[in-house]
C-alpha cells in the first residue's frame, strides 16, 4: 500500500459527461500529480499542484481541470468527456515539488461509452 | 527535449535473470527510476539512481547507469513467476517542476 488513495476505482460514463476523480495524497506529502495511461500513450503526465498551487503543466487537455485543497487531496475534472478520454488516471504524491520519490495511488479506470 | 525508451516484451524463464534495457535523451536528467506495474495494480517503486551513481544494488535488483550513453538497465536475479509486470523507466530533474517521464514500459514475461 503506498498511501495514496484514489476515488472511485471504476468509472463508466457517457459522452458528453463530466467526472470528478479524487485523490488523497501520502501523510505530510506537498506535491500531487495526476499522470494518464493509454494504451497507445503510454503515461503521460497531466498537471502538479504543490500545496495548493499549480506547479507544472504537461498534455493536459483544455477540457480537463485540477486543483488541490488546504487539506492537500486533490481532484481532477473531466469534461466533455470522449470516448477517447477512457484510460486509467493516476495520481501520484510526494514530499518535495521536486519528485526524488514519487508514490503512485491504485488509479481510477475511467470508460467512456 | 525528454524521450525515455524501452523494449516492449522481454520473456524469461523462471531462475534466469532478466535485463531490462532503457535509453534516455534528457542529459541533464538526475534521478533515473524502475517502477513495477503488476495487473490491475498502480504503479511501484523499485529503486532509483542518481545520475552521479554507475550501479546500485538492492537484493535481487541491480540497477546500471551508462551515462556517456545515456543507458539504465535493470537486472533481476532469480526471476520468479510473481516479477512478471511491466516495468517502467523514468527520468527526472532535480531542477524542480519536472514529473517524471515514463518510458511505454516492458512487460516482462516469466515462464515456469
Known amino acids: 500500500d503506498s498511501g495514496v488513495t484514489q476515488t472511485p476505482k471504476h468509472l463508466i460514463t457517457a459522452t458528453g459527461q463530466r467526472v470528478t476523480l479524487r485523490c488523497s495524497p501520502r501523510?505530510?506529502?506537498?506535491?500531487v500529480y495526476w499522470y494518464q495511461q493509454s494504451l497507445d500513450q503510454g503515461l503521460q503526465f497531466l498537471i502538479q499542484y504543490y500545496n495548493g498551487e499549480e506547479r507544472a503543466k504537461g498534455n493536459i487537455l483544455e477540457r480537463f481541470s485540477a486543483q488541490q485543497f488546504p487539506d492537500l487531496h486533490s481532484e481532477l475534472n473531466l469534461s466533455s468527456l470522449e470516448l477517447g478520454d477512457s484510460a486509467l488516471y493516476f495520481c501520484?504524491?510526494?514530499?518535495?515539488?521536486?519528485?526524488?520519490?514519487?508514490?503512485f495511488g491504485q488509479g481510477t479506470r475511467l470508460t467512456v461509452v | 527535449g525528454e524521450d525515455v525508451e524501452q523494449s516492449l516484451f522481454l520473456s524469461v524463464r523462471e531462475g534466469d535473470s532478466s535485463v531490462i534495457n532503457c535509453t534516455y535523451t534528457d542529459s541533464s536528467s538526475t534521478y533515473l527510476y524502475w517502477y513495477k506495474q503488476e495487473p490491475g495494480a498502480g504503479l511501484q517503486l523499485l529503486t532509483y539512481?542518481?545520475?552521479?551513481?554507475d550501479m546500485k544494488q538492492d537484493q535481487r535488483l541491480t540497477v546500471l547507469l551508462n551515462k556517456k550513453d545515456k543507458h539504465l538497465s535493470l537486472r533481476i536475479a532469480d526471476t520468479q513467476t510473481g516479477d512478471s509486470a511491466i516495468y517502467f523507466c523514468?527520468?527526472?530533474?532535480?531542477?524542480?517542476?519536472?514529473?517524471?517521464?515514463f518510458g511505454k514500459g516492458t512487460r516482462l514475461s516469466v515462464i515456469a
Open positions: 501520484a504524491s510526494s514530499t518535495m515539488s521536486m519528485n526524488t520519490e514519487a508514490f
Open positions: 539512481i542518481f545520475s552521479n551513481m
Open positions: 501523510s505530510g506529502d506537498l506535491s
Open positions: 523514468a527520468e527526472s530533474r532535480i531542477s524542480g517542476n519536472t514529473p517524471l517521464v
